[in-house]
């Protein structure tokens, strides 16, 4: 079912306008996002990251500007945007009576694929929640519903994800394991655009990173680029005291987890 | 996208029907209030009041299934609600799904769950002595009356559910329909009652329903009676269905 990709950037955003009465929201937002990368669209709360991610899966139309997914315009081509994409919102919208492998299930067969049994099973186990499959989701901690958020967002291998502040509300142990996902997914060759507030975040993951501000995207680059805006780093010394957070995983880290493989605290830039 | 209408449908009707058998309280919940109006009406009230039937369950019947259905579908509205809340709705709209799906879903699990609400109600009012020994056809009459009306309200219930800030608001519009039968001819004839208020009652929707399934259950003709009652139901269920739709819109766009 997945569209054919095309050359050209997975994510083009010209000129997007969009206003709620007399709000500006996008003031003329552009941005491309190469194919396999991850794009970090970075801004407080209220900056319009949401309306941008909105009007790319279809749910919301623009005021002006043209966008396109995999190389199909938004507006004119909606059918095959959504073929296109998967959308993981900024609460994780997963169905909370029915078991986690039923949610899997439930989106393989909307994606009319075969053999939805065996791809459920299959992101199970690529989410560490074989041994959750069968309860209710309402019983999954933060952590886990984002996973199976995140897992319901692969059926059908899209070519681009939308993730919306897929880390909002999770504990650091919850972050850590969306994290790895999103690495993970990006290994695959997905093309992924995060949304985040915080940005230790956009550094940990992105490839881009852009800053959304007062309707417009005022900055866009690496991580070096950005870095580069700023005078050159002074060498100071500073004393390396454990944070919090590193004190928490530490305790709690490898004994919380619920048996894959994670890396609890090591934060390795490896691009 | 239409090719996928039905199968969509169906994977969706499937998914909300299990969120009902696994919630078999809201069914319950749903037949409290119409039951306890009829146990209410029968053993305490009905010895006064003179419907001009030999048995007030049997005149009463017509008049708690409507109640029946007015309290039942403001649980579709609420599922709605509860989809829309949780983003799961969104999730279903940005997939390459027919995307009326997503109602039609949910107003056919409103059909079905209210028919299970219906048959609870019957059965408890045949323990209670309600007799008809009317035929088949007469029976899937009043079936089909009761499925008209329940689609009709259930589609003014997706309004609520579709637009609604709170889970409250979401069910709260139900209850005028719940008390809409107060004032008909549900639970006493409407001709004791003063010049403006019969009026009202005697021209309201709820009344014609509830004489033709009466006269059904009693084997007596219905008259031009039913075709006011086809009426009503047919322009609820249009008028309330294009005011659905353009909610809908609304929220998709």
Known sequence: ?271 | MTTHFFGDTTVLLARSLRHITRSLDTIITTTIMPVAFMLLFVYVFGGAIDSGSDSYVNYLLPGILLITIATGISYTAFRLFLDMKSGIFERFQSMPIARSSVLWAHVLTSLVANLISLVVVVAVALLMGFRSGTGVLAWLAIAGILILFTLALTWIAVIPGLSAKSADGASAFSYPLVFLPFISSAFVPTDTMPGPVRAFAEHQPVTSIIDAIRHLFAQQPVGTGIWVALAWCLGILTVAYVLAMATYRRRIS
């Open chain 1, 1 to 271: 079912m997945t569209a054919q990709p095309t050359a050209g950037p997975a994510i083009r955003v010209r000129g997007l306008k969009k206003s709620y009465k007399e709000l500006e929201v996008l003031r003329g937002v552009d941005f491309d996002v190469a194919p396999g990368s991850i794009f970090a669209l970075l801004g407080p709360n209220g900056a319009g990251k949401t309306t941008v991610v909105n009007i790319l899966s279809t749910l919301l139309k623009a005021d002006a500007g043209t966008s396109s997914v995999n190389g199909f315009d938004v507006a004119t081509q909606a059918a095959d945007v959504r073929e296109s994409f998967s959308l993981t919102g900024q609460f994780a919208a997963v169905d909370e009576i029915l078991s986690g492998r039923e949610n899997l299930v439930l989106i393989a067969k909307l994606r009319h694929l075969k053999d939805s049994g065996t791809i459920a099973d299959d992101l199970l186990a690529r989410f560490a929640l074989t041994d959750a499959a069968a309860r209710r989701v309402s019983t999954y901690s933060g952590g886990m519903r984002r996973r199976l958020d995140i897992a319901m967002s692969l059926i059908g291998n899209p070519p681009v994800i939308f993730l919306d502040e897929p880390t909002a509300g999770l504990d650091p142990q919850g972050r850590i394991e969306v994290w790895q996902a999103v690495e993970a997914l990006a290994e695959t060759g997905t093309t992924v655009l995060l949304t985040t507030q915080h940005l230790d975040e956009a550094e940990q993951l992105a490839d881009r990173i852009a800053i959304l501000h007062g309707g417009r995207i005022i900055v866009n680059g690496t991580l070096a680029e950005l870095k580069q805006l700023l005078p050159p780093a002074k060498v100071e010394y500073v004393e390396k005291q454990p944070t919090l957070e590193d004190v928490f995983l530490s305790i709690v880290g490898e004994d919380a987890k619920d048996g894959d493989d994670s890396r609890p605290g090591t934060v390795g830039t490896d691009s």
